[in-house]
């Protein structure tokens, strides 16, 4: 197993900026769903990717977007930072979309807004 | 509006001790519920899942319970470690896996 990767693993934007984070799912996994993750927090459910499709998305503002490419990697963009965009980004990557497969996490991105 | 509750929100124990988290879920339609453990800025590693049928799994010293008539789940850690610290996470998933209901975790910290 590669496992998922994320990168950067630190960011530090203004208010304001655009970032673009990265995810390489596991390989032969073909779902990637992004999460925010707050300190002291449970990830909370962004968006996610099924076959380059957005599958289901959460209770985020449009200038949260995504993207899945052929290979099954995938990038979050969010666009005009605010302050309560710092958080750890993690990205997860599962085989089947509605099989109870194990579902894994990437090491996180952390950032921070400033 | 579908929630996990887990509880306590954080412990601290001794080496070589015993504990149990505890997570209580409303949602519904119930598929599986998992048990991670995540690290300091890490990402989540799952520990065990379960789905409506099982009642016990068990992965290595981590047993977790289930009871879906309460919906509630457990996780036990036998004969704690150091390396046992970190925030313990209970994912509750509807019929479809996207949507995950993710418990706040409970922080243990164990001390020699």
């Known amino acids: 197993e590669t496992g998922v990767t994320q990168s950067p693993t630190h960011l530090i934007k203004t208010r304001g900026q655009q970032v673009t984070l990265r995810c390489s799912s596991q390989?032969?996994?073909?779902?990637v769903s992004w999460y925010q993750q707050a300190l002291g927090q449970g990830p909370q459910f962004i968006f996610q990717y099924y076959r380059e499709e957005e599958n289901g998305r959460g209770n985020f503002p449009p200038r949260f977007s995504g993207l899945q490419f052929p290979n099954y990697s995938s990038e979050l963009n969010v666009n005009a930072l605010e302050l309560d965009d710092s958080a750890l980004y993690l990205c997860?990557?599962?085989?089947?979309?509605?099989?109870?497969?194990?579902?894994?996490f990437g090491p996180g991105t952390r950032l921070t807004v400033l | 509006k579908n929630q996990v509750e887990q509880s306590p929100q954080s412990l601290i124990i001794l080496e070589g001790k015993n504990c149990t988290l505890q997570c209580n879920y409303t949602v519904s339609p119930f598929s599986n519920l998992r048990w991670y453990k995540q690290d300091t800025g890490r990402g989540p590693v799952s520990l065990t899942i379960m789905t409506f049928s099982e009642n016990t799994k068990s992965n290595g010293r981590y047993t977790a319970t289930l009871d879906a008539d309460t919906k509630q789940s457990s996780l036990h850690i036998t004969a704690s470690q150091l390396s046992d610290s970190a925030s313990y996470i209970c994912?509750?998933?509807?019929?479809?896996?996207?949507?995950?209901?993710f418990g706040a975790g409970t922080t243990v910290t164990v001390r020699a």
């Open positions: 994912v509750v998933s509807e019929n479809n896996d996207y949507k995950l209901s």
């Open positions: 390989s032969g996994h073909n779902t």
């Open positions: 997860a990557s599962s085989l089947e979309v509605g099989r109870a497969d194990i579902i894994l």
